[in-house]
């Protein structure tokens, strides 16, 4: 089972119940008459309809049960940066470096 309350099964996502926790822990499914039965340490946790098209999300009335609402996004005006000296670099005729590397100017 995934961290997020969701199993995978036949191309489709399906929510467990928040209870018992078990996000992230191995589960059993087992499919019998297009239904599902989900398993946890030899306990059943969920009996789920088996949907027909795969790509879907099939959300747990009980999915987040108990899980507290991200809280809202605070907003505060915050800089997104501020502005620095620029160093100061020693400026050079470019002659000085065709000297360092050996290079030629024909002019």
Known sequence: MSWDGFISYDGVLYGL?????????????RERHRTLRVYHQGQPIATLTKQPRSQEIIYHPEQFAGVS???????????????????????????????????????
């Open 17 to 29: 119940p928040a209870h018992p926790p078990v996000a992230g822990a191995v589960v059993l499914v």
């Open 69 to 107: 609402p991200a809280p809202a996004i605070r907003r505060a005006d915050q800089p997104l940066g501020h502005q620095v000296e620029a160093p100061s670099v020693a400026v050079r005729p470019l002659r000085e470096y065709d000297q360092l590397f050996g290079v030629e100017v024909q002019a």
